[in-house]
T-cell receptor, first 112, second 115 residues
Framework: SQQGEEDPQALSIQEGENATMNCSYK?????LQWYRQNSGRGLVHLIL?????REKHSGRLRVTLDTSKKSSSLLITASRAADTASYFC????????????FGRGTSLIVHP | GAGVSQSPSNKVTEKGKDVELRCDPI?????LYWYRQSLGQGLEFLIY????????KSGLPSDRFSAERTGGSVSTLTIQRTQQEDSAVYLC?????????????FGEGSRLTVL
């Protein structure tokens, strides 16, 4: 079953614009992770945010976490054509399971 | 090796045949995961290995699926009597496995096509 669900399913923007993707989940988490997947490739870890954190930055990436709303957002600033990929959130529950549960992903297209 | 290695990268088989998919995790990573990704879908958890503990097989879709991990390193996912609905990309990931799960390192996947 899917724990995290990303929104929107697809996003199309112009280079230079910001891209925002959201992830909602159902149960209490220990941490939430964002991954990127280029077409036909494996997933690459982008950023991990723990349940006691509210915001993290990494380069052009900004992740926020609102545990009261059970949601997270990934913001990519000043997007580039090379950012075109699918983005997935994965949640690790606080209930003792060590298995990250992935959503269906957001497909991002950045037009040059 | 530098990363997680999976083989074969592509496998085409006929319905009813058995297939084996291999995963070589990052050296020293105690946790190993198998996921399945169907076209345009998210990742479906299959099985999880942690050190010498009994694997968590709760995601295996049927008894045609099995996996083993030898010597705490290389893992093999076996699908017996393949069906067309088994067609997917099978992704393997490893992590350091200490405490709650941190970053997963993924292989490039094995694309399975069942004709």
């Amino acid at each position: 079953s899917q724990q995290g669900e990303e929104d929107p399913q697809a996003l199309s923007i112009q280079e230079g614009e910001n891209a925002t993707m959201n992830c909602s989940y159902k149960t209490s988490i220990n941490n939430l992770q964002w991954y990127r997947q280029n077409s036909g490739r494996g997933l690459v870890h982008l950023i991990l945010i723990r349940s006691n954190e509210r915001e993290k930055h990494s380069g052009r990436l900004r992740v926020t976490l609102d545990t009261s709303k059970k949601s997270s957002s990934l913001l990519i600033t000043a997007s580039r054509a090379a950012d075109t990929a699918s983005y997935f959130c994965a949640t690790v529950s606080s209930g003792g399971s060590y298995i990250p549960t992935f959503g269906r992903g957001t497909s991002l297209i950045v037009h040059p | 090796g530098a990363g997680v290695s999976q083989s074969p990268s592509n496998k085409v088989t006929e319905k009813g045949k058995d297939v084996e998919l291999r995963c070589d995790p990052i050296s020293g990573h105690t946790a190993l995961y198998w996921y399945r990704q169907s076209l345009g879908q998210g990742l479906e958890f299959l099985i999880y290995f942690q050190g010498n503990s009994a694997p968590d097989k709760s995601g295996l879709p049927s008894d045609r699926f099995s996996a083993e991990r030898t010597g705490g390193s290389v893992s093999t996912l076996t699908i017996q009597r393949t069906q067309q609905e088994d067609s997917a990309v099978y992704l393997c990931a490893s992590s350091r496995g200490t405490g709650h799960t941190g970053e997963l390192f993924f292989g490039e996947g094995s694309r399975l096509t069942v004709l």
